[in-house]
């Protein structure tokens, strides 16, 4: 990325996670690793999206420790709290209190076409609840509140960018310059992880069969086991096929974690089984993640530096998500 890059012009960056389970590889391989590599180009803030994660039922005990580590994790990685800012999302109370101004701003009717709304709906069909249906209007609050240049979304997040910048804009045309209006930023690396059991489907922390995903912080023989497990395709040639997602999943992974390119990956196993290949890739993923994960519980480990560290990073949130929710709030004509 561009290296003329000063602090003051570093164009803005936001990003969340949400908290709804343990974090897997594909978090980390989709999203998480350029999340690391992003603070060198720009002025990244990076939240552990809380608020979003109850739009489906949670076990308050399991939420709260996956709210920690989802936060460690994130420390684990590389991210460095001081030059970015890193911050739990329900801490900062303006997100919540922008999202209901700007629900106020949004079509009910833009908001059904919402393809995820609708995935959701029918995945927890006892559960469709109004925050599950405004949940892209707090994303849109999310993005505004930091005066976002950038969002890194994939394919699945397109169209709830795509609502904020239309709220932006709305906004901005009845009452003036108030919001940035966001861009979409697509970073270099993200590959898209299947599941291990169900290729047709991504890889997801919610889904309840716990050999479909990795955890970042599963351990080595958990890892292994996993990807021993995996499903895998008829035919035993290891290469990219349409007709052959299991194994293409194996490779992207595989080239994701190694840095190989898929081609390299193919001409490796040239000739070799796919229990092997399976092997090589539980290996390689183990190896990967070991550091993060040992580094993650040296850090749940110490309360205090955690705690400081999380209260840091909320003031310094709060300290602009203030300055622009004031500003709304003003331009709408309530008294401050
Ligand atoms: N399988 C995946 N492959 C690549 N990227 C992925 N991401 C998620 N799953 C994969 C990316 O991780 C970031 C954070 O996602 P999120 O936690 O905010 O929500 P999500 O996309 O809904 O992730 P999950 O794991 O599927 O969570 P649940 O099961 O709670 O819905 C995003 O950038 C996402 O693209």
């Not at 960056?13 to 897997?24: D, E, K, N």
């Not at 994790?73 to 991210?79: F, Q």
């Not at 499903?231 to 595989?254: C, F, H, M, Q, W």
Request: charged content about 25%.
């Amino acid at each position: 990325m561009c290296d003329t890059n000063t602090e003051a012009t570093k164009k803005k960056v936001l990003s969340c996670i949400q908290p709804s389970g343990l974090l897997t590889l594909g978090n980390y391989l989709g999203a998480l690793k350029s999340w690391v590599e992003m603070q060198n180009d720009f002025d990244c803030t990076y939240a552990v999206a809380d608020l979003h994660a109850i739009t489906v039922r949670q076990e308050p005990a399991k939420l709260r420790s996956q709210i920690y580590s989802t936060f460690a994790i994130l420390l684990a990685l590389g991210i460095d709290p001081e030059k970015n800012t890193v911050f739990i999302q329900s801490q900062v109370p303006e997100h919540a209190a922008l999202a209901w101004l700007l629900s106020c701003y949004t079509q009910f009717g833009e908001m059904s076409r919402m393809t995820q709304f609708k995935d959701k709906s029918k995945k927890h069909p006892d559960n469709i609840n109004v925050g599950l249906f405004s949940y892209p209007v707090l994303m849109a609050a999310d993005i505004l509140l930091y005066k976002s240049d950038l969002v890194p979304v994939g394919d699945d997040q397109k169209q709830h960018l795509e609502i904020a910048r239309d709220i932006a804009i709305r906004f901005n045309n009845i009452y003036g310059d108030v919001f940035t209006v966001p861009e979409a930023y697509i970073p270099k690396a993200g590959a898209r992880i299947r599941s291990l059991q169900d290729s047709s489907r991504k890889m997801s922390k919610s889904d309840d069969n716990a050999n479909a995903w990795v955890a970042i912080l599963d351990g080595r023989d958990d890892i292994i086991r996993k990807f021993k497990r995996a499903v895998t395709d008829s035919g035993s040639e290891i290469r990219i096929a349409e007709d052959k997602p299991g194994i293409s999943n194996l490779i992207t992974i595989y080239s994701a974690v190694t840095g190989k390119t898929a081609a390299e990956v193919e001409r490796e196993f040239d000739g070799r089984g796919y229990g092997e290949f399976k092997l090589a890739v539980g290996e390689a993923v183990a190896d990967e993640l070991a550091p993060v994960k040992q580094r993650h519980d040296e850090i749940i480990g110490d309360k205090k530096t955690l705690e400081r560290l999380y209260k840091a990073g909320a003031e310094k949130a709060e300290s602009v998500a203030r300055k622009t929710y004031f500003k709304a709030m003003k331009k709408v004509g309530f008294v401050l």
